[in-house]
């Protein structure tokens, strides 16, 4: 299995990170060891999840992290994988930010609900106007060196805050971002593509975007109206049912035709191959389908493949 560095940090990853945010929701918890058991078992370790997983759900924030600190729990586990979890959405009342006392107690809890005395990338969820970028990085300073966390990251930043936030790491001697997560995905291209992604060229930082199938629209089981009753997560896949969300499926209809392959896989492997990248994270409710979103990491797009879903999914 190809491992990719992540950013500058010793953290090595496989090139496809599995989402959790549906640990506990869409997927039980009997189902969600068995994602967990075949995705290791496959060569893959990086596992990504956050404290606010599923708050939208009648399992509550906490349950994602409580399912894979149940999965460690049973041993043998925890030195394969690198494991990923973030800080900052909002919990509950006054639950929030990234201030270094919140930081410091949410910690606690994820490390808790996870079963592990350590975190090996912590990331924060979304920028924090509200707290000095100093506070910040001097908080997750003290996180790396008592040992509870190996690496930090950032998600759903801008390029000019992200910049900012590692100039004053740098500035402090504090651990920098060495990762970013913001939303990137065949559809959702314009808020990545430009200064954020040629920051993260430019400092080496590791790039892991999530909804890697934009909210499952890219597998091609959403086309019409009526698909999107045929899962909990369908209602997110409308505001991709566009002309240009069609132009996008019939593009990979015609480039898995060709490979033998699934719409979901080629557009994972065309993340995979965007320059800056170091792995996409998707998410499986079930193991048949997680082996389906494996199989990306073994297909290999041609340059003429990757010159029809750019055309096609050109931002307008």
Known sequence: MELRRLGRSDLKIAPLMLGTNVFGWTADEKTSFSILD?????????????????????????????????????????????????????????MKGLSA??????????????????????????????????????????????????????????????????????????????????????????????????????????????????????TGKYRSEDDLAKSPRGRGAKKYMDARGMRILTALDEVSAGHGATPAQVALAWVMAQPGLTAPIASATSVAQLQELMGAADLKLSADDLAALGTASAPE
């Open 38 to 94: 075949a995705f290791v078992d496959a060569g893959f370790n990086a596992v990504d999840t956050a404290d606010v997983y599923s708050r939208w759900s009648p399992a509550g924030a906490g349950a994602s992290e409580t399912v894979i600190g149940n999965w460690l729990a049973q041993g043998g586990r925890r030195d394969k994988i690198v494991l990923a979890t973030k800080v900052g959405m909002e919990m509950g009342e006054g």
């Open 101 to 218: 006392a919140y930081i410091e107690t949410a910690v606690e809890a994820s490390l808790k609900r996870l079963k592990t005395d350590h975190i090996d990338l912590y990331q924060s969820h979304r920028d924090d106007a509200d707290t000095p970028l100093a506070e910040t990085a001097e908080a997750y300073g003290r996180l790396v060196k008592a040992g509870k966390v190996r690496v930090v990251g950032s998600s759903n930043f801008t390029a000019e805050r992200l910049k900012s936030a590692v100039e004053t790491a740098q500035t402090l001697g504090a651990p920098r971002y060495q990762s970013e997560q913001p939303l990137y995905n065949l559809y959702d291209r314009a808020g990545f593509e430009g200064a954020l992604q040629q920051l993260c060229i430019e400092e080496q930082i590791g790039v892991i975007p999530f909804y890697g199938l934009a909210s499952g629209f890219l």
